[in-house]
């Protein structure tokens, strides 16, 4: 068996494994502030109107 191609590939699956883990956590902090945008904006009148309501935490908003 060769060493350093085991040893080489295990670097490897621990990278993915990493990046992986960094992508499910942007992808968490992304969701909440998308939540957290969302629950800033109300319907007005027949809800076809949306308006951003200000609040002191929220840091974010999202434009479609």
């Not at 060493?3 to 956590?25: F, G, N, P, T």
Request: proline share 0%; net charge negative.
């Amino acid at each position: 068996m060769d060493e350093e191609l085991v040893l080489a590939c295990q670097r490897k699956i621990e990278e993915e494994d990493s990046k992986s883990s960094d992508v499910a956590e942007r992808r968490r902090i992304t969701w909440e502030r998308l939540e957290e945008a969302a629950t800033s904006v109300q319907s007005v009148g027949g809800g076809d109107i949306l308006v951003q309501v200000k609040s002191a935490t929220a840091t974010c908003s999202v434009a479609c």
